[in-house]
């Protein structure tokens, strides 16, 4: 194994999260040249009740920076830890979820250590010399860039969901090493008074069904149907941006570039053309069904099943069926 790849493990009272599970279930997948190991920092509490996942993720080697300073409500000392870190530890590659945490800690990371970051990527392989290629929307997501640093370690965060986690047994025993270090000069001027633990929300970007609407279902009302027939089918509801646009869905369950990556099994979409930018969000949607009045639309030809109808009558007619 040439190839040294650092991944940042993101832990949030005690759960292991996702984005993280996916970054190792790709690099395992793909970086086949690179021992891969991660970092995981927390206070005791969160990383003792996340220990066991942590040893189950076939990591190569995992570095622990445990402290109860490190309670996730400063940024800065995260960033400040890991650029110690890695002052002492030499990596090709460093990867973080590319969540509200990682774009808080990333970019600060970057700063201290003075190398270039590329966020919010979407596709990631390593080449033969180490070199990480990471792969982005850019121009208004009309072009997909793949961007290699010059800098050491290659830092990129990666959008959650841009990867497949696959829950794989696994054997091997990972090596622990606790890293110590002195937060004395660490820690911002930040005083923290008060905190609150919000119960997480529900990730429905993981759900095995999505049922999807776009500009295609007309309007509001019709929206509600979208709604319905994933409650039937004990789906999640999830819109295009320009249904959201119409003040029909939540941006929070938009699809797409601007919106969430997500992964289904069945990705049912009622009425949405197939932009780009919407596509970049399936990409990893094992089957997509797209029903469309138009046969012409883009989504229909990199659909698995395309079915040329009028989109609020298929759902009026699945609901009646499923309501029966
Ligand atoms: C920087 C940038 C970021 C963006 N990010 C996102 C993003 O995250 N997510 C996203 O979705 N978009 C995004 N967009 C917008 C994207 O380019 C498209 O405009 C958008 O996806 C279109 O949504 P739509 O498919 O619902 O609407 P349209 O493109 O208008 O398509 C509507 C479709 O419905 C079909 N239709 C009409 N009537 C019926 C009917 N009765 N039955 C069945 N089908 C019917 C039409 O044939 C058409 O194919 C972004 C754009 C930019 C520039």
Redesign the pocket.
């Known amino acids: 194994m040439n190839n040294r790849v650092l991944i940042y493990i993101e832990v949030n009272n005690g759960v292991v999260a996702r984005v993280s599970k996916e970054i190792i279930s790709h690099a395992k997948q793909n970086f086949l040249q690179s021992s891969i190991d991660g970092i995981v920092l927390g206070d005791e509490q969160s990383i003792d009740s996340a220990l066991f996942d942590l040893k189950q993720l076939g990591l190569n080697k995992l570095y622990i920076i445990k402290d109860n300073l490190l309670d996730m409500t400063n940024a800065k000392v995260y960033a400040n830890a890991l650029s110690v870190f890695l002052e002492n530890n030499q990596y090709d590659v460093l990867l973080m979820g590319a969540t509200s945490d990682g774009r808080d800690i990333a970019p600060r990371l970057a700063s201290k250590q003075d190398i270039g970051l590329t966020a919010d990527c979407t596709g990631l392989e390593v080449d033969e010399n180490g070199n990480l290629l990471a792969t982005r929307p850019t121009y ?2 009309q072009l997909m860039a793949t961007i290699v640093s010059k800098t050491k370690p290659n830092f990129a965060t990666v959008r959650p969901g841009a990867f497949k986690y696959l829950q794989q047994s696994c054997n091997n025993e990972t090596e622990i090493e606790y890293f110590s270090l002195s937060f004395d000069g660490l820690c911002s001027l930040l005083e923290v008074l008060y905190s609150e633990n919000k119960p997480a929300a529900e990730d429905w970007t993981c759900s095995e069904i999505i049922v999807a609407g ?3 279902i ?1 309007n509001k009302e019709n929206f509600n149907l979208i709604y319905k027939l994933a409650d039937l089918l004990g789906a999640k509801p999830a819109a ?4 959201v646009e119409q003040g029909w869905a939540e941006q929070s369950i ?6 969430n990556s997500v992964s289904p099994k069945l990705y049912i979409a ?9 596509m ?2 399936i990409t990893n949607a094992d089957k997509i069904v797209a ?4 046969k012409d ?1 883009p ?1 229909m030809s990199g659909a698995d099943i395309a079915i040329e ?4 009558s298929l759902l009026h007619t699945l609901i009646g069926k499923l309501s029966d």
């Not at 295009?240 to 249904?243: C, D, L, N, P």
């Not at 009622?270 to 919407?278: E, K, R, V």
């Open positions: 208004g997501g776009g500009l295609g007309q295009s941006r320009a249904a938009q699809v797409g570039q601007t919106g009622f009425g949405i053309s197939g932009a780009m930018q919407h970049t969000g029903i469309n009045i138009n639309a989504i109808c009028d989109a609020v």
